[in-house]
Structures are given as C-alpha cells and as structure tokens.
C-alpha cells in the first residue's frame, strides 16, 4: 500500500508542477498560488462539513498549520524558479526534497534493508537524471538555484509535517484544509503586501477565466497528492514513501513530452528507466 499511495503521489505532484509552472509563466507566481490554493480550500471545506471531519480537531493539527506556513513560501519559490528555468535543472534540483522526510525516517530509527538502500540509490539517480541536467547549456541563474534549493528544503518539511497531522482518514480531511486555509491566508497576505507596494497581482488584462480550471486541478492535484502521501507514510517506512514520492520529475518530464512535444533527450530516457528499476527495488524490497 505505502508504493502504491507514494507513486499516486508523484504522479499527482508532477502533473501540478507541470501544470503550476505554465501558469506563472502567464500570470503572477504568487497570484498562482493564492487562487489554486483558494479553490482547493473551497473543496475541502465541503468534504469537512460532509464526513464530520471537525470532530478530529486536536493538537496534531499544529501541524497541519505549520505545513501551511511554509507551503506557500515553498510553492512560490518553486513557480518562480520554474518560470525562470530552465526545467531541466529546477525539476531535478527541487526533488532533494526527499533528504528532510528521509533524515526523519532515520532519526525515527527507520533501517531500510539492502534492497531498499539500493532502490533509494537509484531511484535518486534516476530523478537527478529525468530532469535532464544541462551540463554543456547556458549558465544558470543563480537566483533560479537558490530558488530552487529553498524550495526543496520547503517542500520536504511539508512532507514531514503533513505524515504526522493526522491518523485516521477523517482527520486527514480536516489536517489538509487547515493547511490549505493556513496557505491561503498567508499568501493572500502576501499578494496584498505586493499590490500595495506596486507589485503586479493580475496579468495584463486581468485574470484570464479560462485558466480557473487548470488553476483549480493544480491546487486539487496538489492538496490530493499530500494526502495520499500521508496514507502511504503511515502505512510503512517513510523512508520508501518519500523516495518513491520524490519521482514526479519524471511524471513533469513526459507530461512535458506528451502536452509540449518536447523531445527526451538520452539523459532524461535513462533517468526515468533507472528511476523504474529504483521504484521495482523498493516496493520489493
């Protein structure tokens, strides 16, 4: 189960990504956040009301808040680094986020055993790869770097934090929208902070419509991806949920191939075969 739920998780996240970093190429990274954000809180809101979720208030949803916090600093460092790419250098570098839920894992005293340390290797290697690092291209930005590294630290806490805000599935619900609402709060603070100091909120022309619906399945996408994470920490050894999570690079890669036509360069081929063989060595092992 705990293979299962991680790699929905890495399919979902690397589908909002992919999703999320086209539209802050077009409107206002942050303006990405809040409004998916906000949409994915909505929904939530419902399912709360519908399942009694509120009955499962109790002190593990501080850190349900704390994911909130830092969510969307993580989320609108890692937009604006994907804005600026290039891709193939912010997808790999962002999935050193699994370093924060795998050092928890260990200190945890999580042991993971011979096939699954070689499965973490590779599965490792191949994301690393499956971004397609450019190592003869143009020089990065440092700025797109330091993004990127912020991010990852970002969104590995939130992996962290979201595996210990709930227990049961009721709970989750209610963990997700005080995280999704804590999200929204924070970035609409943000945006706010931004638009009296001049900063652009809306794209010119004002927001485009048509984008709600991408804008909605980025937020939902995400917000259901940091819930089956959750199931699949719970159900075995964070250490292989996380690693296994940690491969949307690749689901980022080939939606690129699929909606953009990129092409896969050798690199990027190999990285997700090895990241294959990564993903057969743990949910064996």
Known sequence: MTALFALVTSLLWGLADFGGGLLARRSPALTV????????????GVIVLATGGWSEA?????FAFAAGLVGPVAMLCFYKALALGPMG?????ASLAVAV?????????ERPGLLQVAGIAVAVTGVMLAGGPRLGGAAVQRRTVWLTLVAALGFGTVLALIA???????????ALFVQRA??????GTALYVSSRRGGAVLPQGG?????????GFVGLADVAANGTYS????HGPVTVAAVLASLYPVVTALAARGFLSERLRAVQTAGAGLALVGTLLLATG
């Open 33 to 44: 956040v809040v409004v998916s954000q906000s949409i994915a809180a909505a929904v939530l």
């Open 58 to 62: 109790g002190p593990r949803l501080w």
């Open 89 to 93: 250098v912010v997808s790999p570098l």
């Open 101 to 109: 839920p795998l050092s928890v894992g260990l200190v945890l005293g």
């Open 164 to 174: 210990e805000a709930s227990t049961t599935v009721t709970g989750l619900f209610l």
């Open 182 to 187: 804590t999200n929204v709060a924070v970035g």
């Open 207 to 215: 927001l485009p419509w048509r984008t709600l619906p991408a804008l």
């Open 231 to 234: 199931v699949a920490a719970q």
